[in-house]
């Protein structure tokens, strides 16, 4: 009896650790998501304080069959996202992906993007992050975006 309690007990813990998110993993998602509540918020301070200072954007687009990548500027996105304006930019993400190594992170996650409550085109972002002074900051952030093939 005693070995069936213990046993049971060692499955327990095997099965919650091993759902357990970390504290890393934790801030790493508020990071990104700091992000995005300032996309709807149309707050630029909390937007900006995702980023580190020297961080690129990117973004790859498929026009008639033709990939390219265009680079962005963060200055010019958090500007963007502070100007007034009347729909709210709504980016609904899912994490899909998390690995740490230290004090780098990598990051997947898929989302839809709405314009109010209107739905304008999905894909993925790919972020990858650095652990500095003041935490977890995106140093570099590169996406998909499509109007298909939206789950």
């Keep these: ?47 900006r304080s995702a980023f580190a200072d020297a961080a690129i954007m990117q973004t790859i687009v498929n026009k008639e069959g033709k990939v390219s990548v265009r680079n962005e500027s963060v200055n010019n996105f958090i500007k963007f996202i502070g ?3 009347q729909q709210k930019y709504d980016e609904r993400i899912v994490f899909t992906k998390i690995l740490i190594d230290g004090d780098l992170a990598a990051v997947w996650t898929d989302y839809k993007f709405y314009l109010g409550d209107k739905f304008s085109h999905c894909g993925v972002n790919s972020f990858q992050l650095v652990k500095g002074d003041k935490g ?6 590169i996406d998909t975006r499509r109007k298909e093939g939206c789950k």
């Design 1 to 47: 009896m005693k070995e069936s309690v213990i046993f049971a007990l060692f499955l327990l813990c095997l099965s919650t650790s091993g759902f357990a998110q970390s504290d890393e993993e934790n801030a790493i998602k508020k990071t990104i998501t700091n992000l995005f509540t300032g996309m709807k918020d149309a707050d630029s301070t909390l937007a």
């Design 136 to 141: 977890w900051q995106i140093v570099y952030i």
């Design 83 to 85: 100007t007034p304006h």
